[in-house]
């Protein structure tokens, strides 16, 4: 790669990847490495400088034991952010005290000049991946998010239509949703796009069940199986296209305290597709600069801004057993929902918002009649890393407006409740 890098060894420091973001954010390409990485594999990538990111006690000494090897003998700029810097044994002149003196180190001391942007990396990969493709057959499972799509779209400048993208309708998506993706890709992105409507399957495999766990077992089962079906009609790939983004694999292999929810996108990898390889277009971003590589790839806004969505989508969202007609209700609840928080401008401040359908009916009374029909709850929720957030105390007029529209344009609905729980002791998503 024709790209100045720099690299951080993390000896068990968790800042490594703000470290990482601010280095990019200079315009200088930044790896996070393992501790223990072979010399001679950070040799051929010709760092311009080297950082090392810890919290615990390592000395000069116990670095070079720590890591395997004598990371000075490289003959560059080696430098320390962590607490006990002053324990290190390097240039003191150079060692910046915090991260306000980054820049000096990657510009002064590495002479790094700052070439790196999107819109150069952007480039760079389409190159690249137009090299490495060559004239092969690739297979892309979309799924309307940030980074299928925008994994897609860049394959799909680099080789046009030896990208075949299925896109599978569970029937669990929000409103409009598959549409939506459907109208982006092949009439702005002239991608080959193989859309396939199986909710009627989705709805019949996951009829009576309860289970959270269950029903994303079988959501992403069941996505296998459908993804298998279409895959097998177009005959053998070359690649298969994951959107694996750069923290899926700083994270890989770290241990994780006790499983809370299974967690999975909808997906993983199919047993019964021939292909060759896998392929990972945005595996050196993090989420915002694949964000910031989909705008710049031409991709709306509103696709590329979006909030998380859970791979098995209302799936998770309908408490209990789920049927075509709560779906239908959650789809146009939540569809209010939105709409009402974007009207205010609210949708930029807040990190997930959504409605849930539960499972309690309640008596209420419409027309002097009385009814009989379902509580839908609202959550809006402030995070950063999603395993810890905050609800939003959203205004009372919005909120307002928002129960008296569901009441009144969603059939079987008769209450309106608005979560106040943060994660922990909640989860963002109700199952
Ligand atoms: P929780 O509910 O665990 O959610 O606080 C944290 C974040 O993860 C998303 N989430 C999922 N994403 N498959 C996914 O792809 C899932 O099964 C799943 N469950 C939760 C959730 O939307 C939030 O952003």
Redesign the pocket.
Known sequence: MDKESIIILDLGGCNSQLIARKIRQCNVFCEILPYNTDIEKIRRKSPKGIILTEKVEHTADNISSTCNHNIYELGIPVIYIGELIEHINLSKEDSPKNIENLKDFLYKTCGCVGSWNMTSYVDMSIRQLKEKIGDQKVLCALSGGVDSSVAAVIISKAIGKQLTCIFVDHGLLRKNEADEVEEIFTNQFDVNLIRVNAQERFYNKLAGVTDPERK?KIIGEEFIRVFEEEAKKIGRVDYLVQGTIYPDIIESGVGKSGL???????GGLPDHVDFKEIIEPLRDLFKDEVREAGLVLGIPEKLVNRQ?????GLG?RIIGDITPEKVKILQEADYIYRDEIARVGLDKHIS?YFAVLTNLKSVGVKNDKRTYDYTVALRAVKTTD??T?EYIELPWDVLGKISKRIVSEVEHVNRVCYDITG?PPA???WE
């Open positions: 994303r809370v929810k299974s967690h999975h996108n909808v998380p969505f859970p791979g098995p998770v997930q999603f395993m957030a994660k989860t963002i998503e």
